[in-house]
């Protein structure tokens, strides 16, 4: 009975070891940054921890990577909420270290696989450690949707920063008159826009080629109305619809 009893308690502890994470959790919906294990098997992810800052996620995903498959271990951020998440990341974000006493620094944000591929790869040969989080629910990240005439807006691209984002519409309205081309946010990068914006904020483009806002309204009246008043000072007006993804 005592041998049963021995056995019990260290498949009890071994168990504990196994599900347990290096750092106690915070709240799953919490905002912060995650660490996942995603199953071989089927792909789901298994939440391991939410922490405040970066160095701990990392910290406890290389701990994770050391038992585990490294490409099995992920770490997140954003306003993700209790739901994982699925599909591709909306935004990278790279974090570099080159000496241990310096610790982890926020480099760049990209919406785009290739050139953060690149940018990694830039820095891993100049001797610096990377780590790359995934944001699959970014506060900022800017949607642009184009259409010919009367069809469905579809996502054009994706986009870090305001700038970015106003060019690219720029460039879709001038290869095609009839190109209807919307400056969003708040999509999560969804395919096809649908639904009405829930707020328009104004923007115009000063002479130092600078963009400042100008109105947030929650009427899209106004909001045309903000827009070409502008336009008769400025170079370049844009308004920035903000949805609320389903």
Not at 54 to 70: D, H
Not at 76 to 88: C, M
Not at 127 to 142: I, K, M, S, T
Not at 186 to 213: D, F, M
Request: net charge positive; charged share 25%; hydrophobic share 35%.
């Amino acid at each position: 009975m005592i041998r049963t009893s021995l056995l019990s308690l260290a498949l009890l502890v071994i168990t504990g070891l196994e599900a347990r994470p290096a750092a106690a959790p915070q709240p799953p919906d919490e905002e912060g940054f995650r660490v996942y294990f995603i199953s071989p098997r089927c792909g789901q992810r298994r939440l391991l921890g939410v922490f405040k800052s970066p160095q701990e996620a990392f910290r406890v995903a290389a701990e994770q990577r050391a038992k585990l498959s490294p490409q099995r271990i992920e770490v997140t951020t954003g306003s993700e909420g209790k739901t994982a998440p699925t599909g591709r990341p909306i935004l990278y974000v790279v974090y570099t270290k080159f000496c241990e006493r310096g610790g982890w620094h926020k480099q760049m944000t990209f919406a785009n696989d290739k050139q953060v591929e690149t940018y990694v790869k830039s820095n891993q040969e100049k001797g610096g450690q990377v780590q790359l989080v995934h944001d699959y629910a970014p506060r900022e990240a800017y949607f642009v949707y184009g259409a010919q005439c009367r069809g469905r807006l579809q996502l054009r691209g994706t986009y870090v920063t305001l700038r970015e984002a106003c060019d690219a519409a720029e460039e879709l309205r001038k290869a095609n008159t009839l190109f209807r081309c919307h400056v969003t946010t708040g999509t999560k990068g969804q395919e096809s826009l649908v639904g009405s914006p829930v707020q328009y904020q104004v923007y115009a483009q000063g002479c130092k080629g600078g963009w400042s806002l100008v109105t947030t309204t929650n009427e899209a009246t106004k909001a045309h109305q903000a827009a070409n008043a502008q336009r008769k000072e400025k170079s370049r007006v844009e308004v920035v619809e903000h949805f609320t993804s389903r």
